[in-house]
């Protein structure tokens, strides 16, 4: 099993910025990508940013050139730096990693959800 801690989100005024960060351990084996995505009330989970482990980015239209997403690899941790935040960014963001174990199936992973709310 694989264990993912979010932290950083809040509330922040339109213009401003956060940043989130997700850790994963437990049974790591091998992370082929992690990711963010965003739940806003009464609105399907979207994907916002993803990074492969070599490094390949891609990025939601709605946030591409406001939101860097990176990661560090030997620290098993994702970034989102979020900039120029808007009222519509307001839901919860969750972490997602796409894992292959030593012995088993590649499976996702989620993490609980951390709350970002923007302010006009």
């Known amino acids: 099993q694989v264990q993912l801690v979010e932290s950083g989100g809040g509330l922040v005024q339109a213009g401003g910025s956060l940043r989130l960060s997700c850790t994963a351990s437990g049974s790591i084996f091998s992370i082929n990508a992690m990711g963010w995505y965003r739940q806003a009330p009464g609105k399907q989970r979207d994907l916002v940013a993803r990074i492969t482990r070599g490094g390949t980015t891609n990025y939601a239209d709605s946030v591409r050139g406001r939101f860097t997403i990176s990661s560090d690899n030997a620290k098993n941790t994702v970034y989102l730096q979020m900039d120029s935040l808007r009222p519509e960014d307001t839901a919860v963001y969750y972490c997602?990693?796409?894992?292959?174990?030593?012995?088993?199936?590649?499976?996702?992973?989620w993490g609980q959800g951390t709350q970002v709310t923007v302010s006009s």
């Open positions: 997602n990693v796409d894992h292959t174990p030593r012995y088993g199936r590649r499976s996702e992973y």
